[in-house]
């Protein structure tokens, strides 16, 4: 029987077409997506069919979770810095150089006053954990809230109020949040929301 | 890596082999994907959508132009507790105690009234869009011809009271009702005692007045 010859072929696969769609992929993601921020609390926020976006920069974002705590947050971090040297005079407290440094990492936060010093030494990753989410307090003889918005408003006067409520969260502790913004005479804000598709037909 | 092994070995004799220049990209490629994993998971695509929500300053709200609202066409809802919405049309007075009704935020309950007293608005919107979605109209138009169809003075004026057992959530549902139903004159008021009167009354028929 003659010798069948089988070709020796060679098996190596050419990666660079993969690799390119890959990196094609990547560089996509990457020009067209925002870095996910840390939020003080996770909520759940009720869904609409209004398509307005939330601006670029410039928001004051406002937390509410389901039971009723506001959490508190700005998004540039310089100004950061200025609010907490006002904070620091109206409550006479003083911020060295570190601790001014660690606030204007902070994305949101729900502390008292009172606690505020120990809320910035404790290390970033544990910031977030839930015995840190005790709320800003809100109410009629304490309204360090207040506060905040009005000297947030005082550094940055371009400011968006955006307001992020849980679905769960009690109309009257929304109505609170709201009557302290009114009584500062912020009267425009942005519910944030989640997309729903509008109804056909309509 | 990407190749299999084929090579039996040369044994050492006859011309060095020639070597290849061809580079493997697999772990280029690997690369690549770990970190695509990577950024897929720690952003985010879409950025949060958002419902503007302008009041009133509170030292505008004065006695004189409170209450100018046109009686026949005023509806004034009420947000209960379990997501159930109370409505009734005109003013509540004490000597005219106005029919209330109990509905929900299905596409059937609180939506469908507010359609039916917003017909003419709704109708001249349903036209309006129609023209955007053919682009006979440019965007800029649309929004102008949209806040003069809204402007309609036989429009409805939605009252929304809610009471403390409503949730966040149905406040946001019955300010989206307002947008569907295209309804530019709402306005959020807080409860009287009379409306959760009318709420007990609607809820137990048989219980009295005290």
Redesign the interface.
Known sequence: MPKVKIA?K???????A??DV??L??NF??L?????KQEAVAVA??????????PETNILTII?DPEGKVFFGMDNQELRVELLEKIGERYDLTFDEKEKKEFSLVNSFGVPIEMLKAFIAIPSESKGSLENAIGIPCDSLNNQFSEWVRLAREVNPKLTI?I?????????K??NV?NTL??L?E??????????Q??KG? | MSEINTDKGSGGKGKPKKLSTRVDFTPMCDLGFLLITFFMLSTSMSKPQTMELALPAKDDVTEENASKVKESLAVTILLGKEDKVYYYFGMATEEKRPEIKVTDFSAVGIRDILLQRNQQVVAEMRALKDKLAKRTISDEDFRKQATEIKANKLAPVVIIKSTDDATYKNLVDILDEMQICSIAKFAIVDITDYDKELIVSVENPGAEKI
């Open positions: 020796r060679s098996t190596f696969v050419d990666m660079t993969m690799t890959a990196f992929l990547l993601i990457l067209t997506s925002n870095f996910v926020a009720p869904s609409s069919v209004s398509e307005i976006k939330i509410v955006a992020k409520a849980d679905q769960a969260t009690p109309y009257p929304f109505k709201m009114q009584d005479r009267n425009r804000y942005n519910l944030i929301t989640n997309l729903e509008m109804p309509i």
